[in-house]
């Protein structure tokens, strides 16, 4: 599945401007509002930019968002596209983004993640994915003070699904998730987490990976998606939810929230008039949505 993502905001102009790549283990950026990195784990192939706020006295630990690109994309070109790096590090955390498994020799930065039954090359071979990205975490936690309950993980299309694949796990490092795009395609979450909160933005209009489900004219898969409003559902089961929605917003937008007895909130925005990309207001909403977490007692 070629996942469909370009600019959007204004903010990937400041981006570029902003902030510069090295794409090497010991340099960085200089007179820029981040430093961004490249770094490559050790004993492994596997790599991730790391970008993080120019303040580096900093001594409090600082939440860290991690953001897994679409399939057939990769670290650099989601760096640039979405406009949420710049609002994480304005709020002052730190962000990651990793490369998915490499695609064939002849396009290796057309990568996949393994969600399950989906997608590319990195389901076909059964890559470790969550295990790449929780040793990610304890490599970037060797280099700077990370707050272990503020790790958030937001993933589009195939990212996405592999952002669900991760709260699927009762014992995920993971404090909230945002996914935009994206369904359900794991096949292992009889138990999932009811701690990790989840929003996930959807285009009403999405023909990759249709909200009601199934397959749509873009659809590049084989694989006949669930809903979104049932992929939501396997984790609002066990954690005693009462949904309320679809509500008409003031833009025309649809939206919905499950209120939890037993774990973390769960909410939905519904894009009018909106196909398979990344929505020009997702960004904001998104950093919206995680700050809230941190306004309020933690779910359990």
């Known amino acids: 599945m070629r996942d469909s993502l370009r600019a959007v905001r204004p903010l990937g102009v400041f981006l570029l401007a902003c902030l510069t790549t090295v794409l090497a283990h010991t340099s960085s950026a200089n007179d820029s509002d981040a430093m961004v990195k490249l770094w490559t784990l050790p004993d492994t192939e596997r790599t991730y930019l790391l970008a993080t706020p ?37 709020a002052d955390w730190l962000v990651a983004l990793p490369n998915g498994a490499a695609g064939p020799a002849r396009s290796p930065d057309r990568r996949t993640w393994n969600a399950g039954l989906c997608c590319g090359r990195a389901a076909r071979t059964n890559s470790k994915d969550q295990l790449f ?61 009811s701690k990790v909160a989840i929003f996930a933005l959807h285009g009403d209009d999405d023909q990759s990976v249709p909200f009601a489900g199934g397959k749509g004219s873009r659809t590049r898969t084989r694989l006949h998606y669930r809903s979104v409003l049932d992929s939501l559902a396997t984790f609002a089961r066990p954690r005693k939810c009462k949904r309320t929605g679809p509500n008409l917003l003031p833009d025309g937008d649809r939206g919905w929230n499950w209120r939890c007895k037993a774990g973390a909130p769960i909410e939905l925005r519904v894009f009018k008039q909106t196909g398979h990309r990344w929505p020009s207001s997702a960004s904001a909403m998104i950093v919206d949505f995680f700050s809230r977490l941190n306004q309020s007692p933690k779910s359990h």
């Open 54 to 90: 120019q303040n580096q006295q900093h001594e409090k630990p600082r939440p860290l968002l991690i953001m897994l690109h679409g399939g057939m994309g990769n670290a650099r070109s989601f760096l640039d596209s979405t406009g949420l790096v710049p609002l994480a590090v304005e």
């Open 133 to 193: 990205i929780e040793n990610m975490i304890d490599h970037i936690a060797t280099k700077q003070s990370i707050d272990r309950n503020q790790i958030y993980v937001v993933g589009f299309s195939n990212g996405g699904m592999m952002a669900y694949s991760m709260a699927c796990d009762a014992s995920s490092p993971v404090r909230a998730i945002a996914v935009v795009g994206a369904s359900l395609v794991s096949e292992t979450c009889s138990h999932p987490s």
